[in-house]
């Protein structure tokens, strides 16, 4: 079956710091490359997504880069602060295929 | 524009008893996914509802069903629970059917089988 691979599993940074998260996956069809942001006691929230015609998107101080070649994309977060501590989640997929979610990177930001 | 909404948000039932779970899409979706979430996972594919019909299904058994109304609304029901069925269940809308766009999450509900 299809296959989607997050890592690291845990990250701690300094405030301040930059985080790179990192989602592998193996289906070819896979055209939409979206990052969610889960807080406790709530649902995954998107954050910032790209499609497979473009490299690279950002938002303020998040960033997601596509390697498509490669079959992996990258969640960047600069000047990281408290608020970004959370469980990020990749979901890559296709118009038909089925949607699967890595398995998550808990995310640490030290005062 | 309203939000998806999910009840309840916490339920605690026993093994072999049977559970329904609902969830109101973002106004202007017609596609409700629901998910299945263990602690410390990712969330689990259970299955999508489009227009009222099942539009994809992902390896959970049959005691695992689900409906949708002319509303958008939806209905995830389980039956025969199991203990590994304690999880929380995240509805998700989305405003097509294809699958390469943006989910829209409730908050989940809490289920706990005893």
């Known amino acids: 079956g299809e296959n989607v691979e997050q890592h690291p599993s845990t990250l701690s940074v300094q405030e301040g710091d930059s985080a790179v998260i990192k989602c592998t996956y193996s289906d070819s069809a896979s055209n939409y490359f979206p990052w969610y942001k889960q807080e406790l006691g709530k649902g995954p929230q998107l954050i910032i997504d790209?499609?497979?015609?473009?490299g690279e998107k950002k938002d303020q101080r998040i960033a997601v880069t596509l390697n498509k070649t490669a079959k992996h994309f990258s969640l960047h977060i600069t000047e990281t602060q408290p608020e970004d501590s959370a469980v990020y989640f990749c979901?890559?997929?296709?118009?038909?295929?089925?949607?699967?979610f890595g398995s998550g990177t808990r995310l640490s930001i030290r005062p | 524009e309203t939000g998806v909404t999910q009840s309840p948000t916490h339920l605690i039932k026993t093994r072999g008893q049977q559970v329904t779970l609902r969830c109101s899409s973002q106004?202007?979706?017609?596609?409700v996914s629901w998910y299945q979430q263990a602690l410390g996972q990712g969330p689990q594919f259970i299955f999508q509802y489009y227009r009222e019909e099942e539009n994809g299904r992902g390896n959970f058994p049959p005691r695992f069903s689900g409906l949708q109304f002319p509303n958008y609304s939806s209905e995830l029901n389980v039956n025969a629970l199991e203990l590994d069925d304690s999880a929380l269940y995240l509805c998700?809308?989305?405003?097509?059917?294809?699958?390469?766009?943006?989910?829209?999450f409730g908050n989940g509900t809490r289920l706990t089988v005893t």
């Open positions: 106004s202007g979706h017609n596609t």
């Open positions: 998700a809308s989305s405003p097509g059917q294809a699958n390469n766009s943006p989910l829209h």
């Open positions: 790209i499609r497979s015609n473009v």
């Open positions: 979901a890559p997929a296709g118009s038909a295929s089925k949607i699967i």
